[in-house]
C-alpha cells in the first residue's frame, strides 16, 4: 500500500489547512488510519486515529481543534486542523498497519510526509 500526504504548507497563527492522505488501496481494508506528527528535535508523535467504524481519538494538545475524517469513496484520509498555533509545526504523516484484511497482510506504512509551518 502507498499513502501519499499533501496539503501542507504555511499558515498563521489562528489559521486552518486541511490534509489529505491518498490511499492506493480501498481504505475500508484498514483497521485504523493516523496521522502522526514530527517536530524539529522531537520524536515522533499520535496526533489522531480513525478506525474502520469511524470511532476517533487525538492527542490532547490538538482535541478540539484538529478533525480526522475518512471518504471511502476517494481512498482518503483527511485532517482538518482548525486554530493553528505555533506548536503545530510540524511534518505530518499518514499511517497505517500493520494489519490483516481477510488474507491480505499489510504492513507498517508510512507517507513521505508533508511540512506544516505555524508562523506569523
Known amino acids: 500500500v502507498l499513502l501519499v500526504e499533501s496539503g501542507g504548507g504555511l499558515v498563521q497563527p489562528g489559521g486552518s489547512l486541511r490534509l489529505s492522505c491518498a490511499v492506493s488501496e480501498p481504505i475500508f481494508s484498514f483497521d485504523i488510519m493516523e496521522w502522526y506528527r514530527q517536530a524539529p528535535g522531537k520524536g515522533r508523535e499520535l496526533v489522531a486515529r480513525i478506525t474502520r467504524g469511524g470511532s476517533t481519538n487525538y492527542a490532547d494538545a490538538v482535541k478540539g481543534r484538529f478533525t480526522i475524517s475518512r471518504d471511502n469513496a476517494k481512498n482518503e484520509v483527511n485532517l482538518q486542523m482548525n486554530s493553528l498555533k505555533t506548536e503545530d509545526t510540524a511534518v505530518y504523516y499518514c499511517?497505517?498497519?500493520?494489519?490483516?484484511?481477510?488474507?491480505?497482510?499489510?504492513?507498517?506504512?508510512w507517507g513521505q510526509g508533508t511540512q506544516v509551518t505555524v508562523s506569523s
Open positions: 499511517h497505517t498497519g500493520p494489519s490483516y484484511y481477510g488474507v491480505t497482510y499489510y504492513a507498517d506504512t
